[in-house]
C-alpha cells in the first residue's frame, strides 16, 4: 500500500458484460482514485484548479481597476468615451485579465505539483520537505530569468510559503477549540 492506496496485485477481473452495476461502479471508481493519485493525474488536477482559480482571481482584479486610461491621442480616458463603447473595453479587458491570470495560476499549480510529486515519489515518504523543496523549485524556476538573486529570492518565497500553507493545512489533524456545545 503506497499513499493509502492499495497497489498489490489486481483482483481478476471479469468482463464488463458479466459485471453487475455495482461492480462495474466500484471497477470505475477504483481506476478514478488510482488515475487521481498518480503524479500526471495529481498535476493535471493542480493545473486545472489554479486554472479556475486564476480566471476568478482576474476576474476580480479586472472589476477593482474600473480607471484605466485607454492610450490613445484622441481619446484620454474611458469616461470620454460612450457607454457601450465603454463596456466593450471593459469586457475585453476583464477577460485578457482573467485568461492572463488563469494561465498564470495553471502554469504554478502545475508546475508545483508535478514537482512535490515527483520529490515524494523520489523520498518514498510523505512529509513537509516535500512541499518545502517543491516550492523551492518552483520559485527559482519562475524566476531563474531575472538572474541568480532573483532565482534565490524566488525559491526562498515559495519555500515559506509552502512550509506556511502545509503547517495551516496539517493543523487540522489537531484537538479543535472548546465551544459552547462541548461540555
Known amino acids: 500500500?503506497?499513499?493509502?492506496?492499495?497497489?498489490?496485485?489486481?483482483?481478476?477481473?471479469?468482463?464488463?458484460?458479466?459485471?453487475?452495476?455495482?461492480?462495474?461502479?466500484?471497477?470505475?471508481?477504483?481506476?478514478?482514485?488510482?488515475?487521481?493519485?498518480s503524479c500526471p493525474g495529481k498535476t493535471v488536477i493542480a493545473g486545472g484548479s489554479g486554472f479556475a482559480l486564476g480566471g476568478f482571481f482576474g476576474l476580480f482584479m479586472a472589476s477593482m481597476a474600473y480607471d484605466v486610461p485607454i492610450g490613445s491621442t484622441a481619446v484620454k480616458h474611458i469616461s470620454d468615451l460612450p457607454f457601450k463603447e465603454q463596456m466593450r473595453y471593459q469586457f475585453k479587458d476583464m477577460g485578457r485579465r482573467m485568461w492572463s491570470s488563469a494561465k498564470n495560476f495553471g502554469y504554478i499549480g502545475m508546475v508545483y505539483s508535478g514537482v512535490e510529486c515527483s520529490i515524494e515519489s523520489l523520498r518514498a515518504k510523505?512529509?513537509?520537505?516535500?512541499?518545502?523543496?517543491?516550492?523551492?523549485?518552483?520559485?527559482?524556476?519562475?524566476?531563474?530569468?531575472?538572474?541568480?538573486?532573483?532565482?534565490?529570492?524566488?525559491?526562498?518565497?515559495?519555500?515559506?510559503?509552502?512550509y506556511a500553507i502545509d503547517l495551516y493545512m496539517s493543523s487540522d489533524a489537531a484537538r479543535p477549540p472548546p465551544n459552547d456545545y462541548d461540555e
Open 1 to 37: 500500500m503506497v499513499f493509502g492506496v492499495y497497489t498489490g496485485p489486481a483482483p481478476p477481473q471479469k468482463p464488463m458484460a458479466e459485471m453487475t452495476q455495482e461492480e462495474q461502479g466500484e471497477l470505475g471508481a477504483r481506476k478514478m482514485i488510482e488515475a487521481m493519485h
Open 126 to 162: 510523505h512529509d513537509i520537505y516535500n512541499g518545502v523543496s517543491a516550492g523551492c523549485i518552483t520559485g527559482a524556476g519562475l524566476s531563474i530569468k531575472g538572474g541568480p538573486q532573483a532565482a534565490a529570492i524566488g525559491c526562498a518565497g515559495f519555500a515559506a510559503f509552502s
